[in-house]
């Protein structure tokens, strides 16, 4: 079945603890992309990736960070998480950017 | 920079009515536009989008969109509404050129169907 996959759906943890959420696709796509939604705000892009080894940043990259060393799988790290960054995340992908994306179940964080 | 406003938070139609979302962007060239669904405790949903072309757009679940130029608008129909289409949507601006890749969504509608 063609999916992403996100993992953990759902994290707690404490200001500071270094932190990775997965994000894992199963259709070959180049675009993959990270968001973050709050109520009110909508979705704002964290970063994206048009291939392997090229990323670059969105509207709210500030105390992210990715990496693409595969096709299939782009992880978002929170190195030092703060309560602001309380949310939840969306990862997707697509063939390429103009195409439809394809969203994964999203991954709810709290940081306390 | 790109940006995308929806005016309307929240929208309250009855079941069969006439739906319009109201979508305006900001952005210095021909944008990327589209618009998602996002039912509750889902993810996102491509409804439809415009990249060239016909400035009329249709999509799927019998929605349509327009793109007018002189607006800086991306209005979303739809002639009849049903129940299930109670949902959020995000109407969403890609760039290009050197920011190809960047996508800025609006602050979303939430659609109420009263019966």
């Known amino acids: 079945e063609a999916q992403v996959t996100q993992n953990p759906r759902y994290l707690i943890t404490v200001t500071g603890k270094k932190l990775t959420v997965t994000c894992s696709q199963n259709m070959n796509h180049e675009y993959m992309s990270w968001y973050r939604q709050d109520p009110g705000l909508g979705l704002r892009q964290i970063y994206y990736?048009?291939?392997?080894?090229?990323?670059d940043k969105g509207d709210v990259p500030e105390g992210y960070k990715v990496s693409r060393k595969e096709k299939r799988n782009f992880p978002l790290i929170l190195e030092s998480p703060s309560p602001n960054q309380t949310s939840l995340y969306f990862c997707?992908?697509?063939?390429?950017?103009?195409?439809?994306?394809?969203f994964g179940p999203g991954t709810r964080l709290t940081v306390l | 920079a790109q940006s995308v406003t929806q005016p309307d938070i929240h929208i309250t139609v009855s079941e069969g009515a006439s739906l319009e979302l109201r979508c305006n962007y900001s952005y210095g060239a021909t944008p990327y536009l589209f618009w998602y669904v996002q039912s509750p405790g889902q993810g996102l949903q491509l409804l439809l989008k415009y990249f060239s072309g016909d400035t009329l757009v249709q999509g799927i679940k019998g929605f349509e969109a327009e793109f007018k130029r002189s607006q800086s608008s991306f209005n979303l129909r739809k002639p009849s509404v049903h129940w299930s289409d109670a949902a959020e949507y995000f109407c969403a601006v890609g760039a290009g050129g050197t920011s190809y890749g960047k996508l800025t969504f609006g602050q979303g509608t939430i659609l109420t169907v009263h019966p």
């Open positions: 990736s048009m291939n392997v080894e090229v990323t």
């Open positions: 997707a992908s697509s063939l390429s950017m103009g195409l439809e994306q394809f």
